[in-house]
């Protein structure tokens, strides 16, 4: 059973920081491009950031310079270090397994970020 566990969400004030965490089991994990996506209240889900297997990154032009995606593979984690949070940052984050060949897809059942003051 693939099971992708998010973890590290909370309330946190503007200009704080949180890092999301993504444990994935059930899958050979260095086989899969791993990524965080989000949705805020009304609006469509939208990709943060991704992770290949070789490590090579990507990030949504909005979080580029705050957000950091890293992945352990001996610990089968992904992770998403969020630094200088502002109130748009607020939605559910998703994690998301892809396999490299491209036909095989999972996604966490997400984690809640709120940035208020």
């Known amino acids: 059973q693939v099971q992708l566990v998010e973890s590290g969400g909370g309330l946190v004030q503007p200009g704080g920081s949180l890092r999301l965490s993504c444990a994935a089991s059930g899958i050979t994990f260095s086989m899969y491009h791993m990524g965080w996506h989000r949705q805020a209240p009304g609006k469509q889900r939208e990709l943060v950031a991704t992770i290949t297997p070789g490590r090579v990154t990507n990030y949504a032009d909005s979080v580029k310079g705050r957000f950091t995606i890293a992945r352990d593979n001996a610990k089968s984690t992904v992770y998403l270090q969020m630094n200088s949070l502002n109130v748009e940052d607020t939605a559910v984050y998703y994690c998301?397994?892809?396999?490299?060949?491209?036909?095989?897809?999972?996604w966490g059942q997400g984690t809640q970020v709120t940035v208020s003051s």
């Open positions: 998301r397994a892809d396999h490299r060949d491209g036909r095989t897809v999972y």
